[in-house]
Each structure stands twice: as C-alpha cells, then as structure tokens.
C-alpha cells in the first residue's frame, strides 16, 4: 500500500518533540494550511495545548466552519480503498481500546508520520470530505521552510551552524556505509571542534537536540502468519549490526507475517529497503537449491545464510584506547536515538511491545546450513540511499 510520509509542516513550523499532534497534522496536510495556524486556532478552541490530542467534538466544529463535511463510517473495519477518492480526513479508532487517530488520505493514499492500514483491528468512525479542497504541493504552506526569528541575533546563528556541522560528522562517524578511515575522521575533526569552541558531547546527544529527530515506522508485509527463524534474525541483523538507529517488531494480519522498522525517518527507509532486498536474495537463492525457504534443508540453508552475512565486527582487544572512546560516543548516540524511538512509539502510536519465545525447529540440515554461511559470507551489503560521505559533493 502507497504511503508519503508527511508531519503536515510541524519540523517547519518551528515546532519539536514528541506529541499527540494527529488532529493538527491532518488538518493541515488535508487543507494546505500553516500547520502552526492551525495549531493555534484549535488550541484556543480547546483552551488548552493541541500538543497531546484534540477532542473530537472540537476539530468537528473547525472542520464545519470550512465547508467539510462529515461522513459517519459505521465502524466498518480501515480499508482506504472503502474510502472516497479525493482528499478525505478520517477518524479511526480501535474497537474495545482507547486509542483513536486522525489521519489524512489523498487518492487513497495515506498522508501522515506513520501508516495506520497496516494496522489490524482499525475502524472508521467517521470521515471529513471538501468538495473545494484541491491538494497542491507547490504551493502548499507547511512544504515551505518557516523562516527564522528575525530577533535570533548573529552569534546564535554561528552557534548552529556549528551543532549543525558537528551533527552531520556524528550521522557520518555512525553511519555504516562509511569506511574506518571517514569515521576515524569525522570524529577527529568532531573532536576538534568541541575543543575549539567548548562544547560537550551532550550538545549533539541531549534531549532538546533529539527532539529534531523525525521518528516513523514502516512494515514490510512476508507471506505467512507464522514467520520464519531466519526471517527474524534477518530483521535483526539489519536493525542490530547495520543500521543500529533502527529496531523492530512483527505483528500479523491476515495471512501475513508484518516486520515493522521504526526509528529516525531516514533511517528506516533504508532499513526496510535492506531487509526487502536481502531477504529476496535469501529466498530466492535457497529456491534454487533446496525447492523452499520455509521448511527442510531450505529453511537451515537460509538460516545459515544470514549467520554468514557480515558483521563488520572488530575484535575489542585489538583497538587502540582513543577508537575505543569514540566508538563508545557512537555507541551512546545510538541508545538515546533508541530510547527515544521506543518512547515515540507509545507516544504516538499507542504500542506498547511485549517479549515473546518460539521454539526452534526439529529438524535442521548442518549440511545445508553450512553452504548457507559460505555463501552470505560473501554477500557485499551495501546500504541502499545511504548519506553523502564527507568530500562528496551535493
């Protein structure tokens, strides 16, 4: 199912951290209005902060005084092709739980931080249409970048512009399709800044600085209400040793196994793409060889596949003292980023994760498990849409 990622204008309106904006943000995507504008109105209408959910009853009476109309949905279970074409705004709720969302759908595509089709269990309260209202992303308000306070003096201005450079050689220092040498140096030239200008690790990982950090989840849908071992420790793999920023969960619907990435935007995009990509070639490859990727010496194939595939690991006891210390900065970046994403997760999104075990399987195929880890060993995996290194041009 198509999906485009949109905070309705929140990032450029100024605003940041974690928040129940979802009434605000599909007001905003659905009518073209400065997300900010709209935030302020409906937080005078609630006489109180929108930041954390916005009454139904309130967002009815703006939505009234602009012409949409409202449209009961009868509870029937969230299928955006059900829904009318055009740009719509819909309630959704879950049945016997508290959690309720707005979201925005254009041409039946959903507009918004996160996916709620691929959820199971939503149903449609009711749903908003205009029979004025013309999506144009020229002309859009909240896809232009709010101008800065014409009172932020010149000083504060040199002062993010050096986060800002510091910040940039962090995502370069941690991120995994740089090499050892581009990592050793931005974090030589990172160390170098905060020396120059007295600053502190603390001022690239604090809170106030992860608040700028735009948190989505995707799912990548695999046949099969029951997934496979190697499935899972491929998901892991990708979130655990090549883009660490990222995590993971599966849920299922229907007949199908859901692996959901969440995490930074960026980030998650390109773990989906990986994990997309890598389980084709393992699927496909033990296909060839063993007739399955489900079952029998297929599925130890398989598995052996992904316990060979790279790990980019390198042996503590061989370190020197200062890559040690910078690897553990890298290291604590990422388990903020991964507080912080879990924290969005409940925030947001209203899940709450649960731990659960499955036993292995009876039957397993050393044989075949071993060619398995011959061949992932040599895989070359490359992150696709990985960032800019430092010296490339734009």
């Known amino acids: 199912m ?28 659905a009518t073209g209005a400065c997300y900010r504008d709209v935030y302020e109105k409906l937080g005078k209408a609630s006489e109180k ?4 959910g916005v009454q139904t009853d309130i967002a009815a009476i703006y939505l009234a005084d602009r012409d949409w109309r409202r ?3 009868f509870e029937r279970p969230f299928f955006v092709e059900d829904l009318p074409s055009g740009i719509i705004i819909v309630h959704l709720s879950k049945a016997n739980e ?40 020229a ?27 510091l910040r940039k050689l962090d995502r370069t220092a941690s991120n995994s399709g740089s090499t050892e040498g581009e990592k050793h140096n931005a974090l030589r030239m990172m160390q170098s800044l905060m020396l120059r200008h007295n600053l502190s690790r603390d001022d690239i990982i604090d809170e106030a600085n992860l608040d700028h950090v735009q948190f989505t989840r995707i799912a990548c ?8 071992n190697w499935e899972k420790n491929l998901a892991w ?20 196994t859901l692996f959901w990435f969440y995490g930074p935007r960026a980030d998650v995009q390109n773990a989906i793409a990986l994990f997309r990509e890598l389980l084709l070639t393992i699927a496909t490859s033990a296909h060839l060889q063993f007739r399955s990727h489900t079952r029998g010496s297929g599925a130890s194939y398989a598995e052996g596949y992904v316990q060979g595939l790279p790990q980019s690991c390198i042996d503590s006891h061989t370190i020197p003292e200062q890559a040690m210390g910078e690897r553990a900065l890298i290291h604590s970046r990422t388990m903020t980023l991964q507080s912080a994403a879990k924290h969005w997760l ?48 734009q």
């Open 49 to 52: 902060s929108p930041r954390d």
């Open 139 to 165: 002309s859009s308000e909240r896809n232009r970048s709010s101008s800065s306070s014409d009172s932020q003096d010149r000083t504060q201005e040199e002062f993010d512009k050096i986060l800002d450079r």
């Open 71 to 73: 449209t009961l949905g």
């Open 2 to 29: 198509d999906f485009i990622w949109d905070d309705g204008g929140r990032a450029a309106s100024g605003y940041v951290g974690l928040t129940g904006d979802c009434v605000t943000r599909a007001i905003a995507i």
């Open 221 to 228: 849908p695999v046949n099969g209400r029951r997934a496979c």
């Open 98 to 137: 508290r959690a309720q969302h707005f979201c925005t759908l254009i041409d039946h595509v959903v507009h918004d931080t996160w996916d709620p089709s691929d959820d199971d269990g939503y149903i449609v309260k009711s749903y908003w249409a205009s029979t004025t209202a013309q999506y144009d992303t």
């Open 346 to 393: 409940d925030f947001e999104c209203n899940i709450k994760l649960t731990t659960s075990y499955s036993t292995g399987r009876d039957q397993f195929d050393e044989s075949a498990a071993s060619r398995g880890r011959l061949d992932g060993s040599k895989h070359e995996v490359v992150v696709p849409a990985a960032q800019l290194r430092i010296g490339n041009k």
């Open 237 to 256: 793999y990708v979130t655990r040793i090549i883009l660490p920023t990222t995590q993971w969960f599966s849920s299922t619907k229907g007949h199908r």
